[in-house]
């Protein structure tokens, strides 16, 4: 007994000069370690290398300037293979192993409801950098990609004005298109219209000679097409080969799947996208942004919306950490509740919502042409991810780690 | 909306998944169906075959000499496979499992590194044609005609010609064939080529029609197992009447309740018909026969 007792006592007193190394070395070299989750081969890889990509650029660019209070940033990336259960086993590994003070991670929806709950588990602080279907309210999480309030608020009067009042769903069969579709369908209800009618894809489904004639029979004004992964995007160059020649809007299109690049034109003629970031947004902050990763990636097909908001979640981080003085997330979300957490993105100048954790961005409304040239029609600035807070969601007072959706909104207090 | 009009539309949707399940199976249908080797790589040689003809149709070459090229660059790759890895597994099949499995996820990740996450499209040829209210692709109809071809020749090849009979009689007692002088090692290798050059001409037909991606052989593959695996080990009597089953099933339930409806329709058709017909479609007419 004496012996273990005198082991441990060695052993306590090893570590307590390890604790005590650290803290000295940590304000020289201790790195601040970022774990990145994205999908770098599979479904989903031609939409999310980019981001990987973004996140590289912007640490490099911060670890040039002196790093974050003197401190490197150092990336521990894994390729989550477009897999649910990958997300779920590499967030455990980066949060227990590798310790890292913040994961930025996922594309689709279901991804981050696989890894969400583990990231609340250990206690972590992640960054959801994708435009999804909202209504997450969860202290563990910020979000900088645009939500339905931002896209379809926008999107949908506007097609409904130009091209009429009956409107058709494709949808991708998972949370996400089933949740938009039901964004979807309240913002035509408010707006006067009717839905003509609704489908929901299993993803992998590549056919859709039938989808195709259902809508012909529906006879919609315009298509909302909210379709996902690389094998659904065949839909475009099927519908143009049978002249189905409507109208569609899309949240998710062009802005992540680039499919103007991908397919032959005119495949995706007359489609609308309400997106916060695309490489054509002529201004000069995004012109900028643009040369500079083609600078660090020169054969990157195509630099989406994805990749801006994974890039600005890295300076945002930074800027957080800097005024909280501290990696800890009690301390960043102690910043946030200030309200006045922005920057001068290459979209516009974007701020996080204190009571959602989600930002506020600019939303360009993108039409593609026959020849499948970009230009925008519209564009809405500042436009505030609000549903939430009104909806009464408010992270500053109680984080109930909980999605959201119309149809089940927030417990009334 | 009269009935000429519904009768055309169900008869295209028949036609374009009937289509879809025979070009994705007929190559399988050789190397699994007859020669027992169950190969998760018949994915990637239908990507092979598509992104060949891609390639060749973005460098100038029209579209049928793009097909032609793709198929003929994924048989030679069958050729190269059956020689380096498949020869050596004939007598464990279930080792064939791994082996292609891992060549599936080798082929996959090495073109995304080598090629890219996505391939330019090259666009679908000959626009569209009206009938009642509905607009219709002229390419699904030459996809339909090409599906029948497939078939035709296949039942032609194994049927009619020396090769064929060779071919059947190596596959069924190999030791037989051999003591009759047939040179049997030669005769597992062309078939093996002809399944994945069947493939690679699957891909290169559905090529125009859909997205260009490393995973793309994945939205092929469960048809094409599902639709051997119910036809049974003759290539033709198996593969066409599994083919028109499934794809009544399909179309019907898809047309009536989408297409989630159409997929659960396809996979409770394929257990009914793999619990009342265990040798597939193709034992049970042979059985017949006898």
């Known amino acids: 007994m004496s012996k273990s007792v005198l082991r441990g006592l060695r052993a306590a007193a090893l570590t307590g000069t390890l604790v005590f190394g650290s803290s000295l070395a940590q304000a020289a070299e201790n790195p601040i370690k970022l774990g990145v989750l994205e999908d770098q081969s599979g479904d989903f890889a031609a939409a999310t290398i980019g981001k990987v990509h973004a996140i590289q650029l912007a640490a490099d660019e911060i670890n040039k300037a002196g790093g974050i209070m003197g401190r490197p940033l150092e990336l521990v990336a894994y390729d989550t293979q477009s897999d649910n259960t990958r997300y779920q086993e590499f967030m455990r590994r980066v949060l227990q192993r590798d310790k890292v003070d913040v994961v930025f991670a996922g594309f689709s929806s279901a991804s981050r409801e696989a890894y969400r709950p583990i990231v609340d588990q250990f206690n972590g602080f992640a960054f959801y950098n994708n435009q999804y279907e909202g209504g997450v309210c969860d202290g563990h999480m910020i979000v900088t990609g645009a939500v339905p309030e931002q896209q379809f608020s926008t999107l949908i009067p506007y097609m409904m004005e130009k091209y009429g009042k009956n409107v058709y769903t494709l949808a991708a069969d998972y949370n996400f298109g089933q949740i938009s579709a039901e964004w979807v369908r309240k913002i035509v209800k408010e707006n006067g219209g009717k839905m003509a009618g609704e489908e929901f894809i299993p993803l992998g489904v590549s056919q859709f000679s039938q989808s195709i004639q259902n809508i012909q029979k529906a006879k919609p004004d315009f298509v909302v097409t909210l379709l996902v992964g690389t094998a659904q995007a065949s839909y475009y160059e099927q519908a143009a080969s049978a002249s189905v020649n409507l109208p569609m809007a899309s949240s998710v299109n062009v802005g992540q799947g680039y499919e103007h690049k991908r397919f032959k034109p005119p495949s995706l003629k007359d489609m609308y996208v309400t997106t916060n970031y695309i490489e054509e947004i002529d201004s000069p902050k995004s012109k900028e942004f643009y040369a500079k990763f083609k600078a660090k990636f020169p054969s990157e097909p195509y630099v989406n919306q994805e990749a801006e908001n994974s890039y600005l979640a890295v300076y945002l981080y930074k800027q957080m950490v800097e005024r909280a003085k501290s990696t800890k997330r009690e301390d960043i979300r102690k910043v946030i509740a200030l309200g006045d957490v922005c920057m001068e993105a290459p979209e516009g100048k974007v701020c996080i919502d204190p009571k959602s954790q989600h930002m506020s961005h600019t939303i360009y409304l993108a039409k593609v042409g026959a020849d499948h040239s970009i230009s925008f029609p519209k564009t809405w600035e500042d436009i505030k991810p609000y549903w939430l807070g009104e909806a009464g969601c408010d992270l500053t007072k109680k984080d109930p780690m909980a999605q959201y959706t119309p149809s089940n909104p927030p417990p009334k207090p | ?290």
Not at chain 2, 24 to 42: E, K, R
Not at chain 2, 49 to 75: K, M
Not at chain 2, 192 to 220: K, S
Request: hydrophobic content about 55%.
């Open chain 2, 1 to 290: 909306m009269d009935i000429a009009t519904l009768a055309f539309s169900a008869l295209y949707q028949f036609g374009d998944a009937f289509a879809f399940l025979v070009l994705s199976a007929c190559g399988l249908a050789v190397i699994f169906g007859m020669m027992g080797v169950i190969n998760l790589a018949h994915g990637e040689f239908i990507m092979c075959g598509a992104y060949v003809t891609a390639a060749t149709v973005h460098a100038g070459l029209p579209l049928p000499l793009g097909i032609l090229a793709g198929t003929l660059v994924s048989a030679l790759v069958g050729v190269v496979v059956e020689l380096a890895v498949i020869r050596h597994l004939y007598d464990r099949p279930l080792d064939t499992i791994v082996a292609t499995w891992g060549l599936s996820l080798i082929a996959t990740q090495g073109t995304l590194i080598m090629v890219g996450s996505t391939m330019a499209g090259v666009g679908t040829p000959f626009g569209s044609f009206q009938v009642g209210a509905y607009s219709y692709s002229i390419y699904r109809i030459v996809l339909f005609g090409a599906a029948l071809g497939v078939l035709a020749a296949l039942y032609a090849l194994f049927n009619w010609t020396r090769f064929g009979v060779l071919a059947r009689a190596t596959i069924q007692v190999p030791h037989m064939a051999a003591a009759l002088g047939v040179d049997t090692r030669l005769i597992y290798s062309l078939p093996f080529a002809c399944g994945a050059g069947l493939a690679g001409l699957a891909g290169g037909l559905y090529a125009p029609t859909m997205t260009l991606v490393p995973t793309m052989g994945a939205t092929f593959i469960m048809e094409a197992f599902v639709t051997v695996v119910i036809g049974g080990a003759d290539v033709f009597l198996g593969t066409a009447p599994a083919g028109g089953v499934l794809a009544v099933v399909k179309s019907a339930m898809t047309s009536w309740q989408g297409q989630l409806f159409g997929q659960i329709g396809l996979l409770v058709a394929v257990i009914i018909v793999v619990r009342v017909l265990p040798k597939g479609i193709s034992g049970f007419v042979l059985r017949e026969r006898t």
